[in-house]
C-alpha cells in the first residue's frame, strides 16, 4: 500500500475501470467494497492516498471521512458523489475532505486529482520525518547506530520506556555497548538534568563496594577517616548504572535488594534512611538466570533488576551495520586526531564483515582508529585491521552474499542521502534492480534523508 491509492466503492466494474486508469497512470491502487474493511488497514504511516464512493451500504462516505481523521487528519480523503450529493461533497471538503470528483468524471480529471493528492501526502510525510530526524538529532545522549531490525527496535523501545522510570537490565557480550544504552535512557528521560552515575561491579574490591555504592559516616570503620556519599546517594534524583553485575558479591545482592525495594539507602555507620528517588539500571554480560540456578546469582535480584530487559545483539549477529558503524567511526576519529584520511573502498567492506568482532562495537572502533591513525603509513590496509579474520560458519554462502549486498545499498543510500539516482551511480545498478533489492531488504530511501 505504501505510495499507493485506496479505492472504495461497492460496485465490482466501478472498481476494476478505475483500478485500470490509475495503473495506466503507473499509480499503485488497492480496492476495497466496503469502507468498515479499509478502516482496517489505514495508519498513520501510511504514505497513499484515499479516493471514497459518498453513497455506500452501512458506513457511508462522509462518516468514513469522519473515523479516517481519527486517524490522521493530514490523510487525504478524495470523495466521489452523483450530481444529487454536490453540496453534501462540498461540506465534506470545509470539514476536512481533500476534494471531490462528480459523477460522471474523465480519466484525465480522475488522475490528476489524485497526482495532487499524492505529492500533498508525500510532502506531509517528508515532513514528519525530518520533524521526527531533527528531534533525534538536537535530543541530548549518545546515537545508537544500526539499520538492522534489532537495532531499530532497540531504539524505539528505549524511546518508549526512557520515561517511564522503570528499572531495566541490559544483556549483551563485552563491548556490545550496554553502557551506550544506558545514558541513551537517561538522556532521553526526564532525570537527564541530575547525575548519570555509572559503577562497574568487577573493577571494585569485594571489600570496599559497600562503601562506594552505599557510603560511610567518619570513623564506622578502621580506613573511615571522613563522611563518604555513596553512589546511589550521589544519583539521587538521576540515573545509577550497575555494570557486570555478575560480579557483585551475594552478601551486597542483599542490599541492594532491599534499596531497589524500599528505595531508601543507610550509610555504612549510620541509622539514618535517606530517601532515593532514581532509575537502576543495570547490565550484564553473562545469563543471570543460569547464575542463580547455580546460587551464584540471587534469583530473587534478578527478578527485580528485570523490569524491562533490553538485549544488544553482537556485531556478527548484525553485520550489516559494520560498514555504517565503521564509517562512523572514522569520521570521530579524523575528527578527534586532526587527521583525514579517505574512506575504504566498497569492495574492502568484506573483510571488515567476514570477521566475527570478538570484541564487538569496541573492536570495530579500535580497527577505525588504526585505520585514521596508520593508514597511510606502509600501504596499511582493511585486511591488516582485522587478525585471525574468522567466517561465520553458521551462514552459508547466499546468506553471506545478501548480508553484504544489503549493507553496500545501505551504505550507498546513507552516502547519497537517499538519491536514488546517486545510489544508481555508486553501485553501477538499474534502477529496476536496484528497486527489487530495496524491496527485498526492506529498505526506504525516505529513511536515509
Known amino acids: 500500500m505504501k505510495k499507493s491509492v485506496l479505492f472504495i466503492d461497492d460496485e465490482k466494474h466501478i472498481r476494476l475501470a478505475n483500478t485500470q486508469t490509475l495503473e495506466l497512470a503507473d499509480i499503485g491502487v488497492v480496492c476495497y467494497e466496503s469502507a468498515e474493511a479499509a478502516l482496517q488497514v489505514i495508519t498513520d504511516e501510511w504514505e497513499g492516498v484515499i479516493v471514497c464512493d459518498i ?76 520533524r521526527s530526524e531533527l528531534k533525534a538529532h538536537v535530543a541530548p545522549g549518545p546515537r545508537i547506530i544500526g539499520e538492522t531490525e534489532e537495532m531499530k527496535m532497540l531504539r524505539a523501545t528505549i524511546s518508549q520506556i526512557a520515561d517511564s522510570g522503570a528499572d531495566v537490565l541490559i544483556t549483551g557480550e563485552t563491548g556490545t555497548g550496554k553502557e551506550l544504552v544506558a545514558r541513551s535512557l537517561h538522556e532521553q528521560s526526564k532525570r537527564r538534568t541530575s547525575n548519570f552515575v555509572a559503577v562497574n561491579c568487577g573493577a571494585v574490591a569485594d571489600s570496599l563496594i559497600e562503601s562506594e555504592l552505599f557510603g560511610h559516616e567518619s570513623g564506622s570503620f578502621t580506613d573511615a577517616k571522613g563522611q563518604r556519599i555513596g553512589k546511589f546517594e550521589h544519583a539521587n534524583g538521576g540515573t545509577i548504572l550497575l555494570d557486570e553485575i555478575e560480579s557483585m558479591p551475594i552478601g551486597v545482592q542483599v542490599h541492594l535488594l532491599r534499596i531497589l525495594q524500599e528505595r ?66 572514522i569520521l ?22 567476514a570477521h566475527n568482532w570478538p570484541g564487538n562495537v569496541r573492536e570495530l572502533r579500535n580497527a577505525a582508529e588504526r585505520y585514521v591513525l596508520l593508514g597511510n603509513q606502509n600501504k596499511w590496509s582493511i585486511k591488516s585491521l582485522v587478525t585471525n579474520t574468522q567466517t561465520n560458519v553458521a551462514q552459508n554462502l547466499p546468506q553471506q552474499v545478501e548480508i553484504f549486498e544489503k549493507s553496500l545499498i545501505v551504505q550507498a543510500l546513507s552516502a547519497s542521502n537517499g538519491s536514488i539516482k546517486k545510489v544508481m551511480e555508486l553501485l553501477s545498478v538499474p534502477r529496476k534492480t536496484l528497486s527489487d533489492k530495496m524491496k527485498k531488504y526492506g529498505l526506504n530511501k525516505s529513511d536515509f534523508k
Open 55 to 130: 453513497r455506500l451500504p452501512k458506513m457511508d462516505g462522509l462518516e468514513f471521512l469522519r473515523r479516517v481523521q481519527q486517524i490522521d487528519r493530514d490523510l487525504p480523503v478524495i470523495l466521489i458523489t452523483g450530481h444529487g450529493d454536490v453540496s453534501t461533497a462540498v461540506q465534506a471538503m470545509r470539514d476536512g475532505a481533500y476534494d471531490f470528483i462528480e459523477k460522471p468524471y474523465s480519466a484525465q480529471r480522475f488522475v490528476g486529482t489524485v497526482e495532487r493528492a499524492l505529492e500533498k501526502r508525500k510532502l506531509t510525510c517528508e515532513n514528519r520525518l525530518l
Open 332 to 353: 570521530v576519529a579524523s575528527h578527534r586526531y586532526k587527521q583525514e584520511v579517505p574512506m575504504p573502498a566498497t569492495s574492502d567492506m568484506s573483510s571488515l564483515m
Open 264 to 329: 531508601t539507602v543507610e550509610r555504612i555507620g549510620s541509622n539514618q534512611q535517606i530517601s532515593l528517588d532514581l532509575r537502576v539500571i543495570a547490565a550484564a554480560k553473562a545469563n543471570l538466570m543460569e547464575l542463580a540456578a547455580n546460587n551464584q546469582f540471587r534469583e530473587d535480584l534478578y527478578y527485580r533488576l528485570n523490569v524491562v530487559s533490553l538485549r544488544i545483539p553482537p556485531l556478527r549477529e548484525r553485520r550489516e551495520d559494520i560498514p555504517l558503524l565503521f564509517h562512523h567511526f
